[in-house]
T-cell receptor, first 112, second 119 residues
Framework: QAVLTQPPSVSGAPGQRVTISCTGSSSNIGAANDVHWYQQLPGTAPKLLIY???YRPSGVPDRFSGSKSGTSASLAITGLQAEDEAEYYCHSYDRSLSGSHVFGTGTKVTVL | QVHLVQSGAEVKKTGASVKVSCKASGYTFTSYYIHWVRQAPGQGLEWMGW????????NYAQKFQGRVTMTRDTSINTAYMELTRLTSDDTAMYFCAKSFTRNDNFDYWGQGTLATVSS
């Protein structure tokens, strides 16, 4: 059961900027726990896209960026490309659930 | 190069158990936690728990306590997840993933193992 709330879908034309929000609570994101983002292409395993709120793993284009404030976080994709069409999930840690990891509800990005 | 390679697809009857393996290579197996995450068809990601391959210590999500057991065999760098008393709601893709600490990001994932439960 997802504890972090994301919009079900966002869309944009190639080259545009889109953002995905991830809303949590005082027991997870608001408790100074880091937020991470994953990209999941159809039929594949999730891939780490942003870690510890703002950092990109080696090989991830700088078109992807992350931010965090209070009980929410955001993922931005600038210069949207066709290959960015995928499902995106945020992830954090929740101290209230015996130390559980929690995921967002997922957002489908469509490139028009 | 880091790899997590999981066992193949499973088909089980209601009430049975399933055991999925996750073989690690390309890094020191005992230095990173292994997590298990599942994804029902068309649904989102659900964390099931972690195992510390060094100590064997585990932490399971409340939802799965009493039904899941995570183990490891350090001689072959492999982690296992066994889920018992299966129902159709357990039909899902099961992923293993590694993290540096128990509350950190999952930097590498296995390819997934589809478990189908039917009567």
């Amino acid at each position: 059961q997802a504890v972090l709330t994301q919009p079900p879908s966002v869309s944009g034309a190639p080259g545009q900027r889109v953002t995905i929000s991830c809303t949590g609570s005082s027991s997870n994101i608001g408790a100074a726990n880091d937020v991470h983002w994953y990209q999941q292409l159809p039929g594949t395993a999730p891939k780490l896209l942003i870690y510890r709120n703002t950092y990109r793993p080696s090989g991830v284009p700088d078109r992807f960026s992350g931010s965090k404030s209070g009980t929410s976080a955001s993922l931005a994709i600038t210069g949207l490309q066709a290959e960015d069409e995928a499902e995106y999930y945020c992830h954090s840690y929740d101290r209230s659930l015996s130390g559980s990891h929690v995921f967002g509800t997922g957002t489908k990005v469509t490139v028009l | 190069q880091v790899h997590l390679v999981q066992s193949g697809a499973e088909v089980k009857k209601t009430g049975a158990s399933v055991k999925v393996s996750c073989k690690a290579s390309g890094y020191t197996f005992t230095s990173y936690y292994i997590h298990w995450v599942r994804q029902a068809p068309g649904q989102g990601l659900e964390w099931m728990g972690w195992i510390n391959p060094n100590s064997g210590g585990t932490n399971y999500a409340q939802k799965f306590q009493g039904r899941v057991t995570m183990t490891r065999d350090t001689s072959i760098n492999t982690a296992y997840m066994e889920l018992t008393r299966l129902t159709s709601d357990d039909t899902a893709m099961y992923f293993c993933a590694k993290s540096f600490t128990r509350n950190d990001n999952f930097d590498y994932w296995g390819q997934g193992t589809l478990a189908t439960v039917s009567s």
